[in-house]
């Protein structure tokens, strides 16, 4: 059985910062694409990062120089490193498992559609 379990959140002064896990487990992420998606609360779940299987890693612009993807030498935890956390960053965050199919682009990792396996979330609330 696929499982992505995200590990943590919490709650963080403004400034400060978090380092989320997603174990991955179940098969082998081979040729996978980690993702991680938000959503606050009130709002639609967004993209925030991916770590793509040779390494490439892609970033939303309001996280850009904040946050970084990596993965661990075993290749079954993934992580999101968050500094400088801002009170706008709270949400649930979500790691996913997205296939690298051939005919993906650069554009397939920031959409929903393209991952198969989800993890069920961790909170982070950034709050003084």
């Known amino acids: 059985q696929v499982q992505l379990v995200e590990s943590g959140g919490g709650l963080v002064q403004p400034g400060g910062s978090l380092r989320l896990s997603c174990a991955a487990s179940?098969?082998?992420?081979?040729?996978?694409?980690m993702g991680w998606f938000r959503q606050a609360p009130g709002k639609a779940r967004e993209f925030v990062a991916v770590?793509?299987?040779?390494?490439?890693?892609y970033y939303e612009n309001s996280v850009k120089g904040r946050f970084t993807v990596s993965r661990d030498n075993a290749m079954s935890t993934y992580y999101l490193q968050m500094n400088s956390l801002k009170p706008e960053d709270t949400a649930v965050y979500f790691c996913?498992?997205?296939?690298?199919?051939?005919?993906?682009?650069?554009?397939?990792?920031?959409?929903?559609?393209?991952?198969?396996?989800w993890g069920q979330g961790t909170r982070v609330t950034v709050s003084s």
């Open positions: 770590f793509r299987w040779n390494g490439d890693t």
């Open positions: 179940g098969r082998t992420f081979s040729y996978y694409a």
């Open positions: 996913a498992a997205a296939r690298e199919y051939t005919y993906y682009n650069t554009d397939s990792y920031f959409i929903e559609p393209s991952y198969n396996f």
